[in-house]
């Protein structure tokens, strides 16, 4: 199975900010299939990214993706009230569907 | 527009099995080109993803819970459903169902529903 990772475990930021999260994989993610998704307590977690850097429907451009191989991130330009909440990355790329452990990012 | 909604009971007993339908609304579970999942999380844990099935009901499961897991489908009530047997307290979680894009075999999840904590406890 891929172990992803994500770093740091929590960002403690004000609005206005940049965010910048890390998904680290244990071994390459094929054809960089790797998404994110954005969780509230009581919400649906909602899908922002796909395939390494293709925003879902809806996901204002504030949200970036990049990365290859080992190495993802996602950034948030500048960060809304809104985007504080917790962050997951999810590969793709190989059976079983693995997911990190999620950064938390909170206000200052 | 797309909703997927958790039910079932609040808590199981170690040793019984859990289980859980997500009613889908707003698109028929039998359009093609989606799975339908179940993933879950444990307290102060990542997500887990546990299995699915395709439109067309064929199923593929985590082998960490292969043996103990059975997702099905009720296309008549637009439901799907999880069964997973013989629970610990391990099993103790937040449980989601989410559509999976197949499209291209491109495989992430969207929509979600908000998910269902089960507790198992005596």
């Known amino acids: 199975d891929i172990v992803l990772t994500q770093s740091p475990g929590t960002l403690s930021l004000s609005p206005g900010d940049r965010a910048t999260l890390s998904c680290r994989a244990s071994?390459?993610?094929?054809?960089?299939?790797l998404a994110w998704y954005q969780h509230k307590v009581g919400q649906a977690p909602r899908l922002l990214m796909y395939?390494?850097?293709t925003r879902a429907t809806g996901i204002p451009d504030r949200f970036s993706g990049s990365g290859s191989g080992t190495e993802f991130t996602l950034t948030i330009s500048r960060l809304e009230p809104e985007d504080f909440a917790v962050y997951s990355c999810q590969q793709y790329g190989s059976s079983p569907f693995t997911f990190g452990g999620g950064t938390k990012v909170e206000i200052k | 527009q797309l909703q997927l909604q958790e039910s079932g009971p609040g808590l199981v007993k170690p040793s019984e099995t859990l289980s859980l339908t997500c009613t889908v609304s707003?698109?028929?579970?039998?359009?093609?080109?989606?799975?339908w999942d179940w993933i879950r999380q444990p307290p102060g844990k990542g997500l887990e993803w546990i299995g699915g099935?395709?439109?067309?009901?064929?199923?593929d499961y985590n082998p960490s819970l292969k043996s103990r897991v059975t997702i099905s489908v009720d296309t008549a009530r637009n439901q799907f459903s999880l069964r997973l047997t013989s629970v610990t307290a391990t099993d103790t979680a937040v449980y989601y169902c989410?559509?999976?894009?197949?499209?291209?075999?491109?495989?992430?999840?969207?929509?979600w529903g908000q998910g269902a904590l089960v507790p198992v406890s005596s």
């Open positions: 395939d390494t850097s």
């Open positions: 071994q390459s993610v094929r054809s960089g299939y």
């Open positions: 707003g698109a028929s579970i039998s359009g093609s080109g989606y799975y």
């Open positions: 989410a559509r999976r894009n197949a499209w291209l075999a491109k495989y992430w999840f969207d929509p």
């Open positions: 099935i395709f439109y067309r009901g064929s199923t």
